[in-house]
């Protein structure tokens, strides 16, 4: 059974830094997209950065362009999360998700239909 855990949130001031990183295990998906989803008190759930498995494709929502960076190892898992100049707007609760994709758009999974599994989630407080 495909299974996501999230790991890497904490408390940072604003200007910090800090990496996050989804370990997939349970893996079968041939053609997938997995990203970071971020959700704030009384928010829905958004897509914040996807990558797309087959090419290394990604995508960035517009408020993380510069920022905040998605990554992956040799071996494809984990799948980080650089985030740089956090500001307080960027507290959530940070998901990892993924996405069983032979085809389609990136952008469309990452800011509209998300992932098909999901992690247990990761708090990131930005906050002096």
């Known amino acids: 059974q495909l299974r996501l855990v999230e790991s890497g949130g904490g408390l940072v001031q604003p200007g910090g830094s800090l990496r996050l990183s989804c370990e997939a295990s349970?893996?079968?998906?041939?053609?997938?997209?997995i990203g970071w989803f971020r959700q704030a008190p009384g928010g829905r759930r958004d897509g914040v950065s996807c990558m797309l498995d087959r090419d290394g494709t990604t995508y960035y929502t517009d408020s993380v362009k510069g920022r905040f960076t998605i990554s992956r190892d040799n071996a494809k898992n984990p799948v980080y999360l650089q985030m740089n100049d956090l500001r307080p707007e960027d507290t959530a609760v940070y998901y990892c998700?993924?996405?069983?994709?032979?085809?389609?758009?990136?952008?469309?999974?990452?800011?509209?239909?998300?992932?098909?599994?999901w992690g247990q989630g990761t708090q990131v407080t930005v906050s002096s």
């Open positions: 349970g893996f079968t998906l041939d053609y997938y997209a």
């Open positions: 998700g993924i996405s069983h994709m032979p085809h389609g758009s990136l952008q469309a999974m990452c800011e509209g239909t998300g992932g098909d599994t």
